[in-house]
C-alpha cells in the first residue's frame, strides 16, 4: 500500500531534510514540492544546547505536521524517501488517516510513501509545553515533583512557536505586538521561570504557521484546527532526548466531536496516543479535571502566582480579553485570599474596580452570547454561587430578611445545576418537598440540596418562607 503510484497523483514530496548550525543555533529545515511544482521550506531553529535532541534522520515530524492540512487540501500521497518510524507509519495509516477519513467530510484518504526504521531512542526527559498558562501549570502541579512515579514526572519544559502568538481577541482586537514579539517576549519571561525553578527549557521557533497559511499548497487553517498536531510534531523533532510528553486537552472524553469545523482538541483525547512514535510517548494530563478543576489547583501552586500568562493580545495580562476575563472570574469565584495571590499576575485593584460587578452581574446573559465561552462561565457560575454568592447579584440570602426555605408547589418540578432552561436537570422534586433558601438570580430561586449542593428552582414554582 506505500507504492507510489504514477500519473495524475497530487502529491507533496518531502524532498529534503537538513540540518545547519549558525551561531547559538540549530536549524532543521524540510524542503517541500508539490505535483504542481511549488516548493516551500518548513523550518525549526532549536538552542544549539539542544542540539543532541534534534532527530534528522527521518520525517516522524514533518509527515505529522502536514497530515491534516493534506488530507483537507485533497493531497493523495506524502512522499518521503527519508524514512518514517515504523510505530508511527502503522498508527497514521491504519488508524488515524482512516479515522479522519470517516468524520471529515472532504478529506483525501492520503497515503504515506515512505521507508520505514526500526530504529528507537531512549531519552532522558519527560516533558512538557510551558506556556504559564492554566493548563501549563495544572500539568506541572500533577507531574511535578511529588508525582509517585518518577519515570513519569516532568524533568523538562518547552516554549514552541507554532502558531498560538496571533495577538488577536474579539472583544478588545489586535494587540501593539506583532506575532513574533509575543513570542520572544513571552519566551523570555518562562526562561526566567524556568530557571527559578531549575527545569531546562527546549525554545523551538519555526514557520509552521506560515507553511499551513500558504494558499498555494494548503487551504488556509486557523490554529485551533490543527494545534495537536503542530505541537506534538515539534516535540517528535527531540525525540532523541524526549522519551513522554504530556499535552493538557480542554475536554474530557464526554465532549468528544470529531469535526473539521471546531476546535481539535474535542477529539485530541482519541488521537494523541496514536502518535507515539515507538521513541516518544505522548499523553494527555490533568486527568479528569475540567477547567474549574485546573484553576482550583493551580490557585494553590505557587510557581505559578507571579507567573500565570493568559492573555491572547499582549505579554503580560491585559485584564479584558477573553481569556483575561475567564482566568480573573475564575479565580475570583475561589476567593479573595485565592485572586490576591496573582497580584504580580494581573491588576486585581483594577479588576475589582472596574470589571468584577459587571462581569459577574452579566455572566448568565454573556454565556448565551458565546458557544465558547458558556462552559467556562457555567463553571465559575457554580463555583462562586456555592462559596461566594456576594459576587452574584442578588444571590444572597440576605434579599429576602426571614426567609428560610423553599416549598415547592407542583410534583415533578427541575431542580437544576443553573438557573437556566438549557442547564442540566438535577432531578425532579416533589410537591411539598422543601429546601434551605439561598437567594434569588432573576426569574430563579437558587437552594441548598441535601447533599449541601447549590441549585436552581424556577421562582414561579415555590413558595418561600
Known amino acids: 500500500g506505500r507504492n507510489t503510484r504514477v500519473g495524475d497523483t497530487k502529491y507533496l514530496s518531502i524532498e529534503s531534510i ?12 524540510a524542503s517541500l514540492c508539490s505535483s504542481a511544482g511549488i516548493r ?19 520525517c516522524d515530524a514533518v509527515v505529522t505536521t502536514l497530515l491534516l492540512a493534506a488530507m483537507k487540501f485533497g493531497y493523495e500521497e506524502l512522499r518521503c524517501h527519508y524514512p518514517i518510524s515504523r510505530k508511527l507509519y502503522y498508527n497514521l495509516t491504519y488508524h488515524v488517516i482512516p479515522q479522519l477519513y470517516h468524520g471529515g467530510n472532504a478529506l483525501s484518504r492520503i497515503r504515506i510513501a515512505a521507508p520505514l526504521t526500526d530504529t528507537v531512542f531512549h531519552g532522558d526527559m519527560v516533558a512538557t509545553g510551558m506556556s504559564r498558562g492554566v493548563d501549563s501549570f495544572a500539568t506541572m502541579y500533577e507531574y511535578g515533583p511529588d508525582f509517585e512515579l518518577l519515570d513519569y514526572r516532568i524533568n523538562a519544559f518547552t516554549y514552541f512557536q507554532a502558531g498560538a502568538h496571533h495577538g488577536w481577541d474579539a472583544t478588545v482586537g489586535r494587540g501593539a505586538e506583532s506575532k513574533q514579539e509575543l513570542y520572544v517576549h513571552q519566551m523570555e519571561r518562562t526562561r526566567e521561570f524556568c530557571r527559578k525553578y531549575g527545569y531546562p527549557l527546549i525554545v523551538v521557533d519555526s514557520n509552521i504557521d506560515d507553511i499551513l497559511q500558504d494558499r498555494r499548497l494548503f487551504r488556509e487553517w486557523s490554529f485551533d484546527r490543527t494545534h495537536t498536531f503542530r505541537n506534538l510534531s515539534i516535540a517528535m523533532l527531540l525525540q532523541k532526548r524526549i522519551s513522554r510528553y504530556y499535552y493538557s486537552s480542554t475536554y474530557l472524553l464526554g465532549g468528544f466531536r470529531l469535526s473539521l469545523n471546531c476546535d481539535m482538541a474535542h477529539y485530541e483525547r482519541w488521537l494523541i496516543p496514536l502518535l507515539d512514535t515507538g521513541s516518544i510517548e505522548f499523553y494527555q494530563s490533568n486527568q479528569d479535571w475540567t477547567r474549574m478543576n485546573k484553576v482550583e489547583k493551580i490557585g494553590s501552586f505557587a510557581p505559578c502566582y507571579d507567573y500565570l500568562q493568559v492573555c491572547l493580545t499582549q505579554s503580560g495580562n491585559c485584564g479584558l480579553c477573553m481569556k483575561c476575563k475567564r482566568t480573573l472570574m475564575e479565580l475570583d469565584a ?18 475589582r474596580r472596574e470589571s468584577r460587578a459587571k462581569w459577574f452581574g452579566s ?3 454573556d454565556k448565551e ?3 465558547d465561552e458558556a462552559t467556562y462561565l457555567d463553571e465559575a457560575f457554580v463555583c462562586a454561587a456555592a462559596h461566594h454568592p456576594e459576587l452574584l447579584r442578588g444571590l444572597s ?12 408547589l407542583y410534583d415533578g418540578i427541575n431542580v437544576r445545576l443553573l438557573p437556566s432552561t438549557r442547564s442540566t436537570v438535577l432531578f425532579a422534586a416533589k410537591k411539598d418537598d422543601t429546601f434551605a433558601y439561598f437567594g434569588e438570580y432573576p426569574n430563579w430561586v437558587c437552594i441548598r440540596t441535601e447533599d449541601g449542593k447549590t441549585a436552581f428552582v424556577f421562582k414561579k414554582y415555590v413558595s418561600l418562607q
Not at 40 to 58: G, N, P, Q
Not at 397 to 407: D, F, I, L, M, Q
Open 18 to 29: 537538513s540540518k545547519e548550525n549558525t551561531g547559538g543555533k540549530v536549524t532543521l529545515t
Open 40 to 58: 516551500a521550506d518548513l523550518w525549526y531553529s532549536f538552542d544549539r544546547d539542544f542540539d543532541d535532541a534534534v532527530c534528522d534522520d527521518r
Open 334 to 351: 475561589l476567593g479573595d485570599e485565592v485572586l490576591d495571590r496573582f497580584g504580580n499576575s494581573f491588576d486585581i485593584q483594577h479588576y
Open 363 to 365: 455572566i448568565m446573559t
Open 369 to 371: 452570547k458565546s458557544n
Open 397 to 408: 440570602p440576605e434579599k429576602r430578611s426571614g426567609v428560610r426555605t423553599a416549598r415547592l
